[in-house]
C-alpha cells in the first residue's frame, strides 16, 4: 500500500487522498519506515506538495511532514506558513513544525501571536484565528516551556472543597480543626486563611478552590466564560502566585454527554475576554476549570490549581498496577489508629511497594516492621519507596505462609489479596483459608488484625475457625465493596 501511494503521489494521482491516506498507513510502524525510506533515499519529495494549488493538500502534507518528523523540511514548512494565506492551513503547518526544528523561528512565533491576539476577526475568520493562536501558543511553549507560576499562598481567605472518599468525609474534617469544616457529597468545604496547615492532611484527594462570584453557570460558552472572567479568578491568580500573566489552563467537563466542542468554545472565549491574560493549552496547564454538570443542567465551576505542589506521598515514586493509592492507605491508618498500640511489632505479609507499612508509621509510631511478598519487583520497589520516606522496614522475598519468626508479631497490616487477571478467585478464597492460621501461628496472644479486604464473606467464613473475632467492620467503597475489618 505505501509503494502503491508513493506512487501515486510522483503520478499527481488523487494527491489530497494519497497523502491522508498515508498518514493512516504510518500509524504502523513498519509501514511508517518504509515510506521513510522512499524519502531517504530520494525517491519521494513531500516538500513540492506545500505549494499545490489545492488547500487541503497543502494541509495535508504539512501533518504528514511533522508526523514522520522530517526536521529537514523545517524550513520549507515554515517558509509555507509565512506565506499562506488560507486560515484553516496555518494550523497545520504550527502542528507540524512542533515536531520538527522551530527554534530558530521562535521570535516570529512570539511577534505573530501578538498581532494575532489584538486582531479583530470577523465572523468567518474567528474560528481558524482562536485555532492559529492555539497552535502558536502550544508551539512557542515546546520549544521554551515557560516558567511555571509559584503559588504563594498566604493568609488569605480561601473557599475549599477538599475531595476525599464519599464515605469517610469526616475523618478529614476532623483533622482540619477547623470550625467551617464541613462534610458534603463532594467531600470537605472549609474557609480557611490557614491554607497551609491544611495541605498537609493525608486522606483527601484533591483540593478544589470555589471562587466568589463563580458559583455555577448555564449551559452556555459565552455566559460560562462571562461569569468566569467576572469573578474573583484573576485577582486570585495575581494574588497568590509570583510571577506575571499569561496563566495557562484548561477546560474540564463533566458531564452526562461528550461535551469537547463545548469546552473549547469555553476556553476561546475565556482567552478573548481576558485579552490573552489566559491562554488554554492541554499539556502544559497551571490550572484547570472543572464544570460539572447539576441536575438542572447547570454547572458547578471550581478550580484546581496545579501550581500547588502536593508533596505528601512524595516517596511513592515506585509502584506496581495492584498498589493501593497512598491517600487510601493513610485513610485505613486514621480509622485504624485506635486499635493501633505504639511500639508494636508489625508484619505485612502482602505488603506490595510498602505503602501500608510505610503510612501506618506515619501516624503511630511502631518498633520493627517487616514486609513480605513474593514478587521480586514489588520488593526492589518497596525498599526504595521507604528510602525515600527515610523509614526502616525489613523485606522478604517469599511466600508469605512460609515464614516464620523468632518473637511474635503485635500487628498484621495488610491489604489482601484480590481477584484480577492474574489469580481467579479460586485463588483468593485458598489465601484466605491459608491466611488465618498463619495468622493465629505468627501473632502473639493480644495479636490484632487490621485488613483491607475485597472479600469479607471469605473473613467471616474462615477467622471464626482459628479463633479470631471481628472487632469492627467499616465500608470503604460501594463499588466494588470493599471494607477495613479489624480482627482480635
Known sequence: MINRLCKRLNQNIEVRQSLSSLRQEIKD???????????????????????????????NAALLIGDLALSSESDAVFHAYQTEDTRFVK???????????????????RKRYEELSLYEASDDEKKHVEHELHALSEL????????????????????????????????TAALMEESSAASSKMGVRVKTNHLNRLLPIRTYNELLFQIPGMVSCKPDADVAASVITGSNLMALLENTHEGDFPFYFRIGVKSRMALS??????????????????????????FEIRMIEGKSGD?????????????????????????????????????????????????DPFCGVGTMLIERQKVVKGNTSYGIDHSPEAIKKAIYNTNLADQIVHYINKDCFTFTHDYPFDEIFTEMPYATGQKTEAEIREVY????????????????????????????????KS????LK???????????????K
Open 29 to 59: 510502524s513498519s509501514k511508517r519506515e518504509l515510506l521513510l525510506s522512499w524519502i531517504h533515499d530520494g525517491d519521494l519529495d513531500l516538500s513540492v506538495f506545500l505549494e499545490n494549488e489545492d488547500a487541503k493538500t497543502r494541509k
Open 140 to 171: 512557542i511553549n515546546t520549544i521554551e516551556p515557560f516558567k511555571k507560576h509559584r503559588f504563594l499562598g498566604g493568609r488569605q481567605t480561601f473557599h475549599c472543597i477538599f475531595r476525599t472518599n464519599p464515605l469517610h468525609p469526616e475523618i
Open 91 to 109: 494550523e497545520a503547518y504550527l502542528t507540524a513544525l512542533k515536531s520538527l526544528n522551530a527554534a530558530p523561528y521562535v521570535d516570529v512565533f
Open 473 to 487: 467492620e467499616i465500608k470503604i467503597t460501594q463499588r466494588p465493596e470493599s471494607y477495613l475489618m479489624i480482627l
Open 299 to 347: 454547572y458547578y465551576l471550581l478550580v484546581k490549581l496545579n501550581t500547588i505542589v502536593d508533596r505528601r506521598f512524595s516517596y511513592r515514586e515506585e509502584f506496581i498496577p495492584t498498589s493501593i493509592k497512598p491517600v487510601n492507605a493513610a485513610l485505613l491508618v486514621e480509622l485504624a489508629k485506635d486499635y493501633m498500640i505504639p511500639d508494636a511489632q508489625i508484619l
Open 261 to 286: 466542542k463545548f469546552a473549547k468554545k469555553v476556553a476561546s472565549k475565556l482567552e478573548e475576554l481576558t485579552a490573552h491574560k489566559l491562554r488554554n493549552s492541554t499539556s502544559h496547564y497551571e
Open 433 to 464: 483459608e491459608k491466611f488465618f492460621p498463619f495468622a493465629k501461628r505468627v501473632l502473639g496472644p493480644e495479636g490484632t488484625i487490621i485488613m483491607y479486604t475485597r472479600n469479607r464473606e471469605y473473613v467471616k467464613q474462615f477467622a471464626v
Open 467 to 470: 479463633n479470631f473475632r471481628i
